[in-house]
């Protein structure tokens, strides 16, 4: 009698062990399921189809930490070129300035005041002089937030009878504006911009 009830309690045991172990996997089943699905909706949302020359094409999002290195030095190289790069042309100077202006804060607007109150661009415009200048890099600082950036560019002041080459040195930093607009399609804003460097380097003399 004694040795049934042993045996009814060691196969009740046996019975509720299987069914701990099969509760447990059943729970893990769930949980990996339920993770392998928003892992898939993932997937799903960071995948895109574009329509090229008549063809669906593939691509995928990528997270913007991925591309923050070539959107920070877009938005410089943005703003640099169109703060100096310059015709002779009232209108043009100031629809160029205003579009710099949305990529930065104060301290473009304070030395747009300088260069105005010293009369550079009447000089431009009297002149005839056209100014271009070309990037030539930018040195990030990531590791640390507002990102600072020193630029590197060259600048053109092209006359009907020379051309001055200068070396122009900016340094500043970057903020993080979580938002775009037209004006701003990065969503970026450089604070505490200064010019480190201005200087002509050469200057060649056109012949007639």
């Known amino acids: 009698m004694f040795q049934h009830f042993k045996n009814i309690d060691t196969a009740f045991k046996h019975v509720r062990l ?64 169109d703060f100096f790069t310059l015709v002779p042309d009232d209108k043009q100077i100031q629809e160029n300035i205003t579009k ?49 950036f020193t630029c590197f560019a060259t600048e053109k002041l092209i006359r009907t009878t020379s051309t001055v080459t200068r070396k122009l040195v900016t340094q500043g930093k970057v903020i993080d504006l979580k938002s775009e607009s037209d004006h701003n399609p990065h969503g970026f804003l450089i604070q505490g911009w200064e010019i480190l460097q201005n200087n002509d380097v050469t200057t060649k003399s056109e012949q007639p």
């Open 100 to 148: 710099a202006l949305y990529l930065a804060d104060g301290s473009a607007k304070t030395a747009y005041d300088n260069l105005q109150e010293a009369g550079y661009f009447n000089n431009l415009v009297s002149a005839n002089i056209n100014q271009q200048v070309t990037v030539d890099s930018i040195r990030l600082e990531l590791g640390s937030y507002p990102y600072a």
């Open 18 to 81: 299987f069914s701990f172990l099969l509760i447990a996997g059943s729970v893990l089943m769930v949980c990996f399921c339920i993770y392998k699905s928003y892992e898939l909706v993932d997937r799903a949302q960071n995948r895109v189809h574009i329509l090229y020359n008549g063809k669906v094409m593939e691509a995928f999002a990528s997270d913007r930490k991925t591309n923050l290195p070539v959107e920070l030095r877009d938005h410089i190289k943005t703003f640099h070129e």
